[in-house]
């Protein structure tokens, strides 16, 4: 069964910029798709970006400019890299494996000052 385990989020001040990771265990990471989606308190889980096993990228409107998802295949890793951040941008990350319905336990990220 696939183990998705996302890095620490934590609380950073508007317009920093933090790096989330992903660790992928019992799976096969370079042919599947993998992306981050996210959830803000009284809200629905909203995809934030996405990236192909050949590497091609999608983004949500929200943050395209802004946020960077990437992969290590080597490392079984998926990144989201996140600039400019803004308080709208506060919410519960987390990485996914949609083909296969799999989450992981989510981070808090908080953009306040």
């Known amino acids: 069964q696939v183990h998705l385990e996302e890095s620490e989020g934590g609380l950073v001040q508007p317009g920093g910029s933090l790096r989330l990771s992903c660790y992928a265990s019992r799976i096969m990471f370079e042919v599947v798709d993998m992306a981050w989606y996210r959830q803000a308190p009284g809200k629905e889980r909203v995809l934030v970006a996405s990236?192909?096993?050949?590497?091609?990228?999608e983004y949500a409107d929200a943050v395209k400019g802004r946020f960077t998802i990437s992969r290590d295949n080597a490392l079984s890793t998926v990144h989201l890299q996140m600039n400019s951040l803004k308080p709208e941008d506060t919410a519960v990350y987390y990485c996914s494996l949609p083909a296969l319905n799999a989450w992981g336990q989510g981070t808090q990220v908080t953009v306040s000052s």
């Open positions: 990236i192909s096993r050949s590497g091609a990228t």
